[in-house]
């Protein structure tokens, strides 16, 4: 069966990002088209990047990214999760990235983004790597804002109509990735 990793792109103490990728688990979940699993960056404990070659080599030497690269590899396809800082992603989530190269490749990628503005321009970066890496981004995002979908800008209460956008995002994902089997 497909199989769908949502990453978690924030480490932040306290981050909102926890709320939402949950939210997206539980949604999901609710599927029958692929399995939905969460990855929390924080899991992986990924340092500044520390491999003397380059990804796209595939020659990992260190711990931490074998187990990184095998995580990634087993999935067919992603949702990421990102929040927006300083008009891009967060660092945590750009050095998993950068960590790993043939991987990511040939996989479907959907977003859901939240911040000031719903996170576009976070996404938007992401979408620059994501080409980068042969990904097949998705048109189809959600982009949560902190003043409408967080009381207090931390407690996480989006508004109904972005489960139709989460539903379309998966769908989406879930068509790239039946499309890339009819033609491989």
Same mark, same amino acid.
Do not use: C
């Given at each position: 069966m497909t199989r769908i990793g949502i990453i978690l792109?924030?480490?932040?103490?306290?981050?909102?990002?926890?709320?939402?990728?949950?939210?997206?688990?539980?949604?999901?979940?609710?599927?029958?088209?692929? $399995?939905?699993?969460?990855?929390?960056?924080?899991? =992986?404990?990924? *340092? &500044?990047?520390? $491999?003397?070659?380059?990804?796209?080599?595939?020659? =990992?030497?260190? *711990? &931490?990214?074998?187990?990184?690269?095998?995580?990634i590899a087993s999935f067919d396809g992603f949702i990421i999760v990102t929040p927006e800082y300083n008009h891009s992603t967060s660092g945590a989530l750009k050095n998993a990235i950068d960590?790993?190269?043939?991987?990511?490749?040939?996989?479907?990628?959907g977003f859901v983004s939240y911040g000031s503005v719903g996170g576009t321009r976070a996404v938007e970066h992401l979408r620059l790597i994501s080409g980068e890496l042969q990904m097949a981004d998705v048109r189809s995002q959600v982009a949560l804002s902190l003043f409408t979908d967080f009381e207090n800008f931390s407690v996480f209460k989006p508004n109904q109509f972005h489960q139709d956008s989460l539903t379309a995002t998966l769908d989406q994902v879930v068509a790239w990735l039946a499309a890339a089997r009819r033609t491989g």
């Open positions: 792109g924030s480490t932040r103490p306290g981050r909102n990002g926890e709320a939402v990728a949950r939210w997206v688990l539980e949604i999901a979940k609710q599927r029958s088209d692929a $399995e939905y699993e969460l990855i929390d960056l924080l899991d =992986y404990q990924l *340092p &500044h990047l520390d $491999e003397a070659y380059p990804p796209s080599m595939g020659q =990992y030497t260190q *711990p &931490h990214t074998k187990r990184w690269a095998e995580t960590f790993l190269y043939g991987e990511w490749n040939n996989k479907a990628v």
